[in-house]
């Protein structure tokens, strides 16, 4: 039996918390991880060995490096070989990460404009190398 864990890193704030947000809430906020998020996630997979949760999936947008992408830095992110070592680590304690990404209607605020094009070749592209990024960290090959 699969039992699954969710969790996401990093985080959002107001840039000017005195200042009235928009009605959507895009533009007036930063993304940043936490120098502890790491630790959380060690944690989390403590707790997932604990009490028996065999797979733990993480969101990635606001708290991974996308290599194709620099564009969508966000200070503090880990980078592909950082996510890697968890999953790695992760897997020796026996939990399987996996991750996860908001997609189309999700991506108008962490993909920047590109997220607000929907079904256009751009935003299939940008699309194709998240994914493929995602994918490159998070997969182990077990020789």
């Known amino acids: 039996m699969i039992w699954l864990a969710s969790t996401q890193i990093g985080h959002t704030r107001p840039v000017d918390p005195e ?18 998020d790491m630790k959380i996630l060690d944690d989390r997979v403590d707790w997932c060995v604990r009490t028996g949760i065999t797979h733990l999936e993480i969101w990635l947008q606001r708290g991974f490096r ?22 790695r680590r992760a897997r020796k304690r026996g939990v399987k990460v996996i991750p996860g990404l908001e997609l189309a209607a999700h991506s108008a605020f962490w993909l920047g404009p590109v997220g607000r094009m929907i079904s256009t070749p751009p935003y299939y592209r940008l699309v194709r190398d998240v994914l493929k990024d995602a994918f490159d960290a998070f997969v182990i090959v077990l020789v």
């Open 19 to 36: 200042k009235k947000p928009d009605p959507l809430g895009i533009t007036e906020r930063e993304v940043f991880v936490p120098d502890h």
């Open 66 to 87: 996308f290599p194709s992408h620099p564009e969508l830095d966000v200070k503090g992110a880990f980078s592909a070989e950082e996510m890697n070592a968890f999953v």
